[in-house]
């Protein structure tokens, strides 16, 4: 049976972000203790592919205008 997509966990990620960024734009934060678990990877990965987020060096993130745009 296929997996179910991390639509909650790539939201929750989103928010996020959008929090700990004061919704700025381009602004990085690390995924530090979160990016090696499979879930988060997957997530991340997710809303890269959605044009959420985009990733650093496998480890910082920063939202897209349209991550930034959902969440206000």
Known sequence: ???KPPL???RKL???VYDATAG???QWRSL???SDVAETVEAVQ???DRGWLLVEGGHSVALTDEG???CG
């Open 32 to 34: 530090a203790g979160i």
């Open 46 to 48: 997710w809303a890269v």
């Open 68 to 70: 930034r745009r959902l």
């Open 8 to 10: 909650g966990l790539a």
């Open 14 to 16: 989103r928010g996020d």
């Open 24 to 26: 700025r734009p381009m």
């Open 1 to 3: 049976m296929p997996r």
